[in-house]
């Protein structure tokens, strides 16, 4: 049996005549952490929206555990087990970052999640969404609003909405985006543990240091094309990668 948990296949979409995502094809095997990456306007972030269903594609299919996912809206495919955590976070801000994640629990059951929260079991919703917090470092701060949080704890929290829904594959938008050294290098390491713990991650990020450091495996976009795909330091020694990304002084030491 094939261990492919998704296949993106010839995968094009296009904006004003412009291919923002141009015949793109790769596969991710269930467990992997899969760097993507690229300079700006590569079509990085596109693609992620193409896979979690917010964009439709023109050409191309998208499988998710061995089905074409192509006429799945983004709730369907949440559904099958696949969750995305923005780089712009956007809690909601007149509830507690636990409800916030009960929020996130209760849609995982139930297609109306306001009203899971209202009339299903709230103490298991709770204890699930507490369970979330902890997995993310946050657990102690469960009853703060989010204005009163930094952003390294907002972040944290994205994350655990997303781990609410008890995703397969999670995709990530730039989580180190905004963050400090200190921050950033902590919340890489959380991304690694949860990979680590059998969930499928593809991440998008510019901050290279981090990327070289947990992701085994990256996948390079440039002007919406694939331009190479293997383990981190061979592709990073890649001299079309240099001259398309490493050229362009997009390195974050």
């Not at 809690?91 to 507690?96: E, G, L, S, V």
């Not at 994205?158 to 919340?187: K, Q, S």
Request: proline share 4%; hydrophobic share 50%; charged share 20%.
């Amino acid at each position: 049996m094939s261990t492919e948990l998704v296949q993106v296949c010839n995968l094009g979409v296009r904006f004003g005549g412009v291919a923002a995502v141009d015949g793109v094809s790769f596969a991710i095997a269930q467990g992997e952490l899969v760097g993507l990456l690229g300079p700006n306007g590569a079509g990085k972030t596109t693609l992620l929206r193409l896979i979690s269903g917010a964009v439709a594609p023109v050409e191309g299919e998208i499988r998710f555990r061995a089905r074409s996912i192509n006429r799945l809206d983004p709730a369907a495919r949440a559904r099958l087990g696949m969750a995305m955590s923005h780089q712009i976070v956007r809690p909601f801000r007149n509830m507690t970052l636990l409800d916030n994640v009960v929020l996130a629990a209760g849609a995982e059951i139930t297609r109306a999640p306001w009203r899971a929260v209202a009339t299903l079991d709230r103490k298991r919703l709770r204890e699930a969404a507490l369970h979330c917090l902890e997995m993310v470092g946050i657990a102690a701060l469960a009853d703060c609003m989010p204005s009163t949080q930094p952003l390294g704890v907002l972040k944290r929290l994205e994350v655990a909405r997303a781990l609410a829904t008890r995703p397969r594959l999670l995709l990530l938008d730039e989580p180190l985006a905004g963050l400090g050294h200190e921050e950033a290098v902590r919340l890489a390491d959380l991304i690694q543990r949860l990979n680590a713990s059998g969930l499928t991650i593809l991440l998008i990020e510019h901050n290279l240091t981090e990327v070289m450091r947990i992701c085994p495996r990256i996948v390079v976009l440039d002007n919406g094309r694939k331009i190479a795909d293997g383990r981190a330091a061979d592709v990073m020694a890649d001299p079309e990668v240099v001259e398309a990304y490493l050229g362009e002084g997009a390195v974050h030491a």
